[in-house]
């Protein structure tokens, strides 16, 4: 079988399918950690996305949200995120995501974040431009940071992590439009790469949060990097800066007065 980034988008979609078939029962809620949730429905949506893959390409590395690490060929590397938003889809709030990254020799080349309840699918093939449902998307214009609306998210070891983010939420809420937090990071990033958010910035995250976001970002002009600058996105300590391209440096000089 061939991978191609419409593949990608059916598996995202056949994932999102089982999302909102699921969303309006009630679930039965883990705790991974005090608030790290897993419901059944991440692992009924792992369980298909894994079937697809392994069965269709068998031999693939993969990392995923619920399974870890599943030890492959690292020429071909996948990043699963079943349900990103658990906390959200748990508490019946409908912003959650499906999030599936495939890359080749190290680079990142597939990448979907499909929104189910709103039928939305962010998708993006390296050298090929970023698209939403089919049109392709473009990044904000904006150039002054004190006219852009940010977006960010907090760590699951909040309650006792120096490294919480709230020093930069703080910082920033003051120098900006605002500053969201919506609890998908893949939803961000897409957000992001569309223009309806003008930068997202977080710390402490996993591959499978922000690959295939990130790419679809890159991918429709915006500007991408670590919260320190660098260009690795995906290598823990992890952490990712994607904004307009017009507020990237600004955004950096400021996280360097407040990131800890």
């Known amino acids: 079988?061939?991978?191609?980034?419409?593949?990608?988008?059916?598996?995202?979609?056949?994932?999102?399918?089982?999302?909102?078939?699921?969303?309006?029962k009630e679930h039965e809620v883990k705790y991974k950690g005090v608030i790290d949730l897993v419901t059944e429905v991440d692992h009924q949506s792992?369980?298909?996305?894994?079937?697809?893959?392994?069965?269709?390409?068998?031999?693939?590395h993969l990392f995923t949200e619920e399974s870890g690490v599943i030890q492959g060929d690292d020429e071909h590397v996948w990043y699963i995120d079943p349900l990103d938003g658990t906390v959200n889809y748990a508490h019946h709030l409908p912003i959650f995501s499906v999030s599936i990254a495939y890359a080749f020799r190290g680079a990142l080349t597939f990448g979907a974040v499909y929104d189910p309840l709103r039928d939305e699918m962010f998708c993006a093939e390296r050298?090929?431009?970023?698209?939403l449902n089919g049109k392709?998307?473009?990044?904000?214009?904006?150039?002054?940071?004190?006219?852009?609306?940010?977006?960010?998210?907090?760590?699951?070891?909040?309650?006792?992590?120096?490294?919480?983010?709230?020093?930069?939420?703080?910082?920033?809420?003051?120098?900006?439009?605002?500053?969201?937090?919506?609890?998908?990071?893949?939803?961000?990033?897409a957000y992001t790469a569309v223009g309806r958010l003008d930068?997202?910035?977080?710390?402490?995250?996993?591959?499978?949060?922000?690959?295939?976001?990130?790419?679809?970002?890159?991918?429709?002009?915006?500007?991408?990097?670590?919260?320190?600058?660098?260009?690795?996105?995906?290598?823990?300590?992890?952490?990712?800066l994607a904004t307009a391209p017009g507020i990237h440096a600004q955004m950096l000089e400021e996280l360097k007065k407040s990131l800890l």
């Open 127 to 131: 050298g090929s431009g970023a698209y």
């Open 1 to 24: 079988m061939q991978l191609t980034l419409s593949y990608i988008e059916e598996l995202a979609r056949g994932a999102g399918a089982i999302l909102r078939d699921g969303y309006d």
């Open 199 to 240: 930068g997202f910035w977080e710390l402490s995250l996993h591959p499978w949060d922000v690959a295939a976001g990130g790419l679809i970002c890159e991918e429709a002009g915006a500007r991408v990097t670590n919260a320190h600058g660098g260009e690795d996105y995906l290598t823990p300590p992890l952490s990712i």
């Open 46 to 60: 792992e369980a298909f996305l894994l079937g697809k893959v392994q069965s269709d390409f068998p031999g693939h």
């Open 136 to 189: 392709r998307i473009k990044p904000a214009v904006t150039t002054e940071l004190q006219k852009s609306l940010l977006v960010t998210g907090f760590p699951y070891d909040t309650w006792n992590t120096k490294q919480d983010n709230m020093s930069n939420f703080y910082h920033l809420a003051k120098l900006t439009q605002g500053v969201r937090r919506l609890g998908s990071a893949a939803l961000d990033l």
